[in-house]
C-alpha cells in the first residue's frame, strides 16, 4: 500500500462512539464546506445530463449513494490485501460490479426509470467522486469510517443534483416531480395568466446556469475561495 | 511481498470470477422480472397509439395486462399481406430491430388490432410498429389507422438516444397529437405517408400529409418520417387487402 495515497490517516480510539463528533464531520463536511460538486467540482457531467427533472434525479442519486457507499466498504475490507500496482483497476471492477448490479435491479423492476436514465446509470462508473473517495479514504481507512465517508459525499452530490433539478424542472417544464405547477398557478389566476416555459432550462446550459449560481451563493455564504 | 507478480496475477484472478459469477448471477435472477418489465412496456406502447398515456399511467400493471388481453389482437403478415401461420411466430414476440437488419422481403410484420370494448368481431383501429433511425439511435414507434386505412388514429414514439429538449421532444404527447387525421394517401390513391417538416409553429391544419416539425431536431423528424414512409410501404400489400375486403363487403 503506498503511503501517498492516502489523505489523512486517523488513530481511532477503541472507545469511540458509533456517531461519535469525529465520524459525524465525515458525513456532515461534503455536505458544504467539502461538496464534491462545487467545491471539488467532481461529477459535474452527470449533474448536468440527469437533472432536466426531479423523478429520473431521484433515482440517480439513490443509485449513487448505493454505488459509493458499498465499494467504499467493499475497498475498505480489501484495502490490506490490493496490491498497490494494480489498485485502480481493482476500484473499477468493484465499481463497475455494483452499478451494473444498479441497472441490472432498475431494468427489472423500474422499467421506465431504467429507460430514462439509460446511459447515465452505466456512467455512473466514470464518475469522479466514487473513484475519488475510493483512493483518498476507503484504500486508507476502516470500512465503517469509510461507508459514512461515502454517505457523505453522496449526500453531498444529491443535494445540489436535486437542488439543480428542482430549478430546471420548475421553469424548464413548469413542474416539480412531474406536477404542473404552472397549469395550477394559471387555474387560479385565470387563462390570462400565462406562465411559459423557458426551453433554455431544458438544455445542459441551463444545468450550468443554476450550478454556477448555486456555487455562488455557496461561496458568498462560506468566503471559500480557489487558492 | 504483496508485490510480486504472482500476487498480482492470483488476485487479479480471483476477483474476476468473484465479480463474474457475482454478475452472471444477478443477470440469471433478475431475468424473469426483466422480460415481464420489457413485454409490458411493448404492450404500453402499442396500446398508446390508441389510447392517451394519461389512461395508461393511471393504469397497474396487472390492469395494462387485462385491457390488452381484452382489447387487443395481433397476426404476423408477410411483405405480400400473406399472414405468416408458421408455429411458434406470435405478433408479440416478432422482434422489429431484429429484423430491420434482414432485407425488407424476409422481415415478419406483427399487426396489431384494437377492438373496442372486447368486442372481437369490429376492429376498431390496425396497430403497425415503426423503427428507424434518428439523429445519435434507434428511434421506434406505433402508428395506429382507423378502418378506412387511411386516417391515422394515434401514434407512439420512442427513442433511444435523442436528444432532450430536441428531438427526445418526438416523445410528448403534444407532438404526436399532431398526427391525429392525417392521411396516408392522397386523392389518386397513391401511398405518401405523413412528413413532418422542417421548423416549428406553422398551421399544417389544412394539409392532410404534413405535420409541424420541431425546431432544432430536424434530423430526427427526418428519421420519424422515413421510418413512417418505409414501415407504411411494407404494410401496403395488407392495407390494400384490408381496403379492397371491406370495399367488398360494403357492397
Known sequence: ?227 | MQQSNTYVIVFSAVLTVILGFLLSGSAQFLAPWQQEAIALDKKKQILGAVISGEEIEAMTPEQVNEFYNNNISSTVVDIKGQEVTAEGVTAEKVEIAKFYKKPAEERQYPVFMYHELGDRSKVKSYIFPLYGAGLWDAIWGYVALDTDMNTIGGITLAHAAETPGLGARITEPGVQARYVGKKIFDENGELVAVEMKKGEGKDYSSNPHEVDGLSGATITAVGVNNMLSSYLSYYSAYIEAKNSAQAVAGL
Open chain 1, 1 to 227: 500500500m503506498s503511503a501517498e495515497t492516502i489523505e489523512k490517516v486517523i488513530d481511532v480510539k477503541p472507545a469511540e462512539g458509533l456517531i461519535s463528533k469525529r465520524r459525524r464531520k465525515l458525513v456532515t463536511d461534503p455536505l458544504i464546506d467539502e461538496n464534491p460538486i462545487t467545491i471539488q467540482v467532481l461529477g459535474i457531467c452527470s449533474a448536468l445530463a440527469v437533472t432536466t427533472q426531479m423523478k429520473p434525479t431521484l433515482v440517480m442519486s439513490i443509485s449513487v449513494i448505493f454505488v459509493i457507499v458499498l465499494s467504499n466498504v467493499v475497498i475498505s475490507l480489501m484495502r490490506n490485501t490490493i496490491p498497490s500496482r494494480v489498485r485502480i483497476i481493482v476500484q473499477l471492477a468493484v465499481v463497475a460490479t455494483l452499478v451494473t448490479l444498479v441497472s441490472e435491479l432498475l431494468k427489472a423492476f423500474s422499467y421506465d426509470m431504467y429507460k430514462e436514465l439509460s446511459v447515465f446509470i452505466g456512467l455512473i462508473i466514470t464518475n469522479c467522486i466514487v473513484m475519488g473517495r475510493l483512493e483518498a479514504f476507503a484504500m486508507g481507512n476502516k470500512p465503517y469510517d469509510s461507508m459514512l465517508d461515502g454517505l457523505g459525499s453522496a449526500l453531498g452530490y444529491s443535494w445540489i443534483i436535486l437542488t439543480v433539478a428542482f430549478f430546471r424542472e420548475l421553469f424548464g417544464s413548469g413542474a416539480v416531480f412531474g406536477i404542473p405547477v404552472y397549469s395550477y398557478v394559471s387555474g387560479i389566476f385565470g387563462d390570462d395568466f400565462k406562465l411559459a416555459n423557458n426551453g433554455l432550462m431544458v438544455t445542459p446550459v441551463g444545468a450550468f446556469i443554476i450550478l454556477g449560481l448555486i456555487v455562488w451563493v455557496q461561496r458568498s455564504k462560506t468566503g471559500y475561495v480557489e487558492h
